[in-house]
């Protein structure tokens, strides 16, 4: 899932959350989680990623978030710290869409 930073100026940044994978039991550690914890979730729920730096050097590897912390503006830094918070009710609405129907066979 694709989201995009709202932040006037920072409207080209994206992240690329995977729909697959994701647990109760994660939703309820990221519910209490701060700091490193919640950086290597994020890291390990991003396959992708378009993040500017304040040099204009974009990020492009989930994995390099971390070493690049120092690089980011503020304000997408606040966008890193709650997409994850954004997305995870949005992946688990997915979920409502899947069902089939059964209709009774006429045997």
């Known amino acids: 899932m694709k989201v995009f930073c709202g ?9 690329d959350v995977t729909e697959v994978g994701w ?3 994660q939703l309820d550690e990221l519910r209490t989680m701060n700091g490193a914890d919640t950086l290597d979730l994020l890291q390990r729920k991003l396959t992708a990623c378009e993040l500017p730096t304040v040099d204009g050097e974009p990020v492009t590897d989930p ?3 971390t070493a690049s912390l120092d690089s980011f503006d503020l304000r997408l830094l606040g966008f890193l ?10 992946i688990r609405g997915l ?3 899947t069902g089939r129907r059964s209709t009774p066979s006429s045997g």
């Open 7 to 15: 932040v006037e100026g920072l409207e080209a940044a994206w992240v």
């Open 23 to 25: 647990t109760t039991k």
């Open 63 to 65: 994995a390099q978030i």
């Open 81 to 90: 710290g709650g997409v994850l918070f954004d997305a995870a009710p949005m």
């Open 95 to 97: 979920g409502f869409f």
